[in-house]
């Protein structure tokens, strides 16, 4: 145990010593020892069962604030916070897998594979292969002792230790291809969404039978999480599960295909797809495509159990990402590399985005000019809005659809706008070029007669390398998965606070509270009052709670799991060793 300084003690004193100090350590654990809370001022007012108004305020509350999870998903940011995601994260992925959560236990029958697609090589780097029985092995030996065109020796004969420095390092960074890490990177989303449409079209290509009919008769749903390896590139998990194709009524369903889609289909379709696919870089970047690195780890999921083990291992790197590589947690600017606190290789790799940036911006054609689409307006804001956009569409000779509340509509240019007897705060009535006569009063909205064009898809091939510059480049997101693939982190968490809630329910003797947590409708009026916590006595009290219910969480599990991870994820690493470019296999 550290010893504590003066001031945090006198803090912590000072704390142990207010008489709402179990208030606060309440508020601790309605938070989740969130190791930054979003503090909030303000009320919550409801209307209870005998009609009765009760407000609940913060001023009541310890400090006059109530404190909330930051909710944010990396342990680097906030560990109790993200420590609940891993677990949503764990049930989410498990749920695909074994069932639960609303997913129907007969999908632990489904044909289902977990694979790991790679990085190529763009230049050597120091690591730390595993040979079969587990032992480290010398990083790069090579007898004839290559030297590269920087005088650099391509060989290494170390055998590097868990936490060296060098590992992920470029044996010469000159020679480290660094415009084609960071393409690639940035490339990989696209990769991968080439690779879910070349999946089927190689499965039916090898059941003999047209896409359009296994598109009737199965679907491949997945969840992937990326990993940041130590040399910069970022590799992707991936589970990959085998369902029968539902029509849309029953879409919601889900079966097991029939008996030929069987998991050695699966398996080489999918090898199928990663050796044949290919995606083009991003706009302005050249005429490249980008592949899957040579090496796949492919395995299938038969027992319950390696389903468990799979689940907890994607997990955890849902809740990392560019921290595993030595990178900044946050969003660059050009600026700012040159002196961000990272090593040097990781700087290059931002220098470089930044770099990219640029010579895409140069080349990327520019956006076509978009028409902004004229507006909708409806009644409820204001008799007056009607009135004006009927002028706007007349003075434009602009074709429009007026819908009545009683859903009526009429379309056509508007002729002029004549006044009646008033109605509702108006006296207006438009006509149309059609003849029809709608007093404002009647009217529900008022939009283009044209439905509007749809929303600008985002392009997906604008490489946006400035915005994803700490992130070496990728610009996805750490977990995903498709739409059937489960349960979602929303439903999750609205358990969760449905459980909480039941609990305050049963417990809670006070009168307002418990109007609260029964009232149908609540108003709540909340301003911010700041992020973190006021004092650093506060923060230790909420790290210590964080880490006694972590602790408790470990002994409840330790005894079911056994060090099952820990295990798979070597045998993984091991597998994948070079790829991995000696990524540090303590985690
Ligand atoms: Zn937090
Ligand atoms: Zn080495
Ligand atoms: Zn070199």
């Keep these: 145990m550290t010893a504590l300084g003066p001031e945090l003690l006198q803090g912590l004193v000072e704390r142990a010593g207010r008489s709402d100090l179990p208030a606060f350590e309440a508020q601790l654990r309605g938070s989740g020892n969130c190791a930054r809370p979003i503090r909030l001022r303000g009320t919550v007012t409801v209307c209870d069962g005998h009609g009765h108004r009760r407000v609940w305020t913060t001023d009541t509350e310890p400090d006059g604030v109530l404190r909330k999870a930051c909710g944010n998903r990396r342990e680097a940011v906030c560990a109790p916070c993200a420590e609940r995601y891993r677990q949503d994260a764990y049930h989410l992925i498990a749920a695909g897998l074994r069932g639960g959560k609303g997913v129907p236990d007969t999908i632990s029958g489904h044909p289902a594979v977990f694979l790991t697609l790679t990085a190529p090589s763009f230049g050597v780097v120091h690591t730390r292969p595993l040979g079969p029985d587990g032992q480290p092995r010398r990083c790069r030996p090579r007898r004839d002792d290559p030297v590269c065109p920087h005088g650099v020796r391509l060989s290494c004969g170390v055998i590097h230790g868990e936490g060296d420095p060098c590992l992920g390092e470029p044996l010469c960074p000159r020679c480290f291809d660094y415009a084609g890490a960071v393409t690639w990177n940035n490339t990989l989303g696209a990769l991968w969404r080439y690779t879910t449409i ?31 390896q130590r040399r910069g590139l970022v590799h992707l ?50 005429q490249a495509r980008v592949r899957w690195g040579d090496q796949v780890d492919m395995r299938r999921l038969q027992t319950g159990e390696q389903r468990a083990e799979i689940a907890g291992y994607l997990a955890k790197y849902a809740t990392k990402s560019t921290e595993q590589a030595g990178g900044l947690l946050h969003r660059i600017a050009p600026d700012e590399v040159e002196t961000a606190p990272v090593r ?38 204001h008799p007056a809005a009607l009135a004006i956009r009927l002028q706007d569409a007349m003075s434009t000779r602009e074709p429009v659809r007026v819908r ?9 240019r508007v002729v002029r706008l004549l006044a009646a007897a ?57 977990l995903t998965k498709s739409r059937r693939y489960s349960t979602t982190f929303k439903a999750l968490r609205e358990a969760r606070e449905a459980y909480v809630h039941e609990q305050l329910l049963a417990r809670s003797t006070d009168a307002t509270q418990r109007a609260i947590a029964t009232a149908e409708t609540r108003t709540a009026a909340f301003e911010f009052a700041g992020v973190g916590h006021v004092t650093a006595a506060d923060a230790f009290l909420a790290a210590s709670a964080a880490a006694r219910a972590r602790e408790q969480r470990r002994l409840a599990r330790e005894a079911a799991r056994d060090g099952l991870m820990a295990g798979l994820a070597d045998e993984i690493a091991g ?13």
Excluded at 358 to 375: C, I, N
Excluded at 444 to 464: C, I, K, Y
Aim: proline share 6%; with cysteine; charged share 30%.
């Design 575 to 587: 597998r994948c060793g070079d790829a991995r470019g000696g990524a540090d296999r303590g985690r």
């Design 404 to 412: 009545e509340h009683d859903n009526t509509v009429h379309t056509g």
């Design 198 to 228: 070349y999946v089927p079209r190689c499965m039916a290509e090898r059941a003999g039978i047209t896409q359009s009919a296994l598109r009737e008769q199965v679907r491949v749903a997945y969840a992937k999480v990326a990993e940041y």
């Design 344 to 381: 040097e290789h990781v700087r290059t790799f931002m220098r470089t985005a930044f770099e990219l940036d640029t010579t895409a911006k140069q080349h990327a054609p520019r956006p076509a000019h978009v028409k902004r689409p004229t507006v909708n307006v409806e009644s409820d804001w």
């Design 237 to 286: 998990h991936v589970l990959a599960r085998l369902d029968r194709a539902m029509p849309d009524y029953r879409a919601d369903e889900l079966h097991a295909p029939e008996g030929r889609f069987d998991v050695e289909l699966l398996e080489r379709s999918i090898r199928d797809a990663i050796e044949t696919v290919s995606a083009p870089v991003g706009r302005g970047l050249g």
């Design 422 to 478: 008033e109605r509702r705060d108006t006296t207006l009535v438009v006509e149309l070029d059609s003849g029809a006569r709608v007093h404002l009063a009647d009217v529900a909205s008022v939009g283009p007669a044209e439905r509007p064009a749809p929303r600008l898809q985002r392009d997906r091939r604008d490489p946006r390398l400035a915005r994803c510059a700490h992130a070496f480049g990728y610009r996805g997101h750490c």
